[in-house]
């Protein structure tokens, strides 16, 4: 596709509920990244792939936060048993190759709010 | 740990003016720097990437330099424009296996007309 795309773009969840919010990369980007934007803050790295292997996960909160993207291009971060401290903005982003040195291109993130 | 910092958090200026917004980390072995702007509502669009063996970055009116050595780099706008008016965010890759981006809390722009 022509950029990044999020959905759902707004995600309202009770307490304890679990979530999946989903990210088509850019069509043939080899790296794909998750982050956690909270008001007012710049983003902060969860999660990244390159192609289907998860090669830094360093940046999950908690064993709650599960990231997967098994044939390589769209992936799915899940959150298990949310908690308001879950509410925040989760944008991906993607780019060309695996060596970092390109430019991240990002979507316009899920707003997540937890009640 | 890498920390990036950006000076002033807020900024309000007339149009056409020309502004400078700064950007500092404190580990110099990065591999590059990038500077993202950010609607209200939106995600991020790149604006330049600066690789860490390049001293600047231009593109239109925008003009990125990069000091790794001292841990800062700064975005040059030109003849300011309300369109102008965003959140701007500098990010630097640290050095490393990871490909992760550190990002700073942003500086919140405001062009009047």
């Known amino acids: 596709g022509a950029g990044v795309s999020q959905s759902p773009r707004y995600k309202v969840a009770k307490r304890g509920q679990d979530v999946a919010l989903r990210c088509d990369p850019i069509s043939g980007h080899v790296s794909l990244f998750w982050y956690q934007q909270a008001l007012g803050q710049g983003p902060e790295f969860l999660t990244y792939f390159q192609n289907e292997a998860q090669l830094d996960k360093s940046g999950l909160p908690s064993d709650r936060f599960f990231a997967e993207r098994p044939e390589g291009s769209v992936s799915t971060l899940k959150i298990q048993r949310t908690q308001q401290e879950d509410s925040a903005v989760y944008l991906c982003?993607?780019?060309?190759?695996?060596?970092?040195?390109?430019?991240?291109?990002f979507g316009d993130g899920t707003r997540l709010s937890i009640l | 740990k890498q920390e990036v910092t950006q000076i002033p958090a807020a900024l309000s200026v007339p149009e056409g003016e020309n502004l400078v917004l700064n950007c500092s980390f404190t580990?110099?072995?990065?591999?590059?720097l990038q500077w993202f702007r950010q609607d209200p509502g939106k995600g991020l669009t790149s604006l330049l990437l600066?690789?860490?063996?390049?001293r600047e970055q231009t593109s239109g009116r925008l003009n990125a330099s990069l000091d790794k050595s001292s841990g800062r780099s700064t975005l040059y706008i030109a003849a300011s424009q309300p369109g102008d008016s965003a959140t701007y965010l500098c990010?630097?890759?640290?050095?490393?296996?990871?490909?992760?981006?550190?990002f700073g809390t942003g500086t919140l722009l405001a062009v009047q007309p």
């Open positions: 990010a630097v890759r640290p050095g490393g296996a990871t490909n992760k981006l550190i």
């Open positions: 982003a993607s780019s060309l190759e695996g060596g970092g040195w390109e430019p991240q291109h």
């Open positions: 600066i690789q860490s063996s390049q």
């Open positions: 580990d110099s072995a990065i591999y590059n």
